[in-house]
């Protein structure tokens, strides 16, 4: 069972981790964009449009990504506080009422919206000769079926956790800091201001 959630971890993350390459497109595309309208004085008018959906790209794609490493923010404070059981429950709680239906409404409205767009090879209009926006568009429901899955794996992991009291195990990630030395370095700290 562990594999399985793993596997499909593995599948957000490295859809996630592609996609994040989209940002350093982007600052270059930035970058590149600000030096040609003020250095050359030749603008692309077709570079805000392409910036708008590299960015709404990386966006989408971020989300399984995101469910995966445990990173979305929570609004409740005292969620933290609670025992394992008690937030596996509310989690399931929320995936089943919540999440499931907005998930599958993203993917069916997306497919619909992208399916629009392919039909009539729709194109920007914020400027005259606009890029295309049909392979944007189809985006949206293959994020909204990578989320589902890995929704599908987190309702799996509140069962686990309802089961045996506490949460399974995640694939590790690499974290901005490490996190042990920097425990150890605020106890020594506090130890010796005592």
């Known amino acids: 069972m562990q594999s399985i959630l793993f596997f499909v971890d593995r599948i957000s993350s490295l859809v996630g981790q592609a996609f994040s390459w989209l940002i350093v497109a982007l600052t270059f595309l930035i970058t590149w964009e600000v030096f040609a309208r003020y250095a050359l004085n030749t603008p692309n008018p ?5 910036m708008i959906m590299m960015y709404g790209a990386a966006f989408m794609m971020a989300g399984a990504y995101t469910l995966a490493k445990n990173g979305h923010v929570r609004g409740d404070v005292l969620y933290s506080f609670f025992p394992p059981r008690l937030q596996a429950g509310l989690d399931l709680l929320l995936y089943i009422v919540f999440f499931i239906p907005g998930v599958v409404a993203l993917v069916w409205a997306g497919y619909t919206y992208a399916a629009e767009s392919l039909a009539i090879r729709e194109h920007s209009t914020l400027t005259a000769n606009g890029p295309p926006l049909y392979p944007f568009k ?17 309702i799996v992991r509140c069962v686990v956790c309802l089961r045996n009291g506490a949460w399974p195990a995640r694939e590790p990630d690499v974290e901005e800091v490490d996190v042990d030395k920097l425990k150890a370095m605020v106890q020594s700290d506090e130890v010796r201001a005592k």
Do not use: K, R, T, Y
């Open 138 to 154: 189809m985006v949206i429901p293959f994020a909204g079926i990578l989320l589902l899955l890995q929704g599908c794996v987190e």
């Open 46 to 50: 077709w570079a805000f449009d392409l």
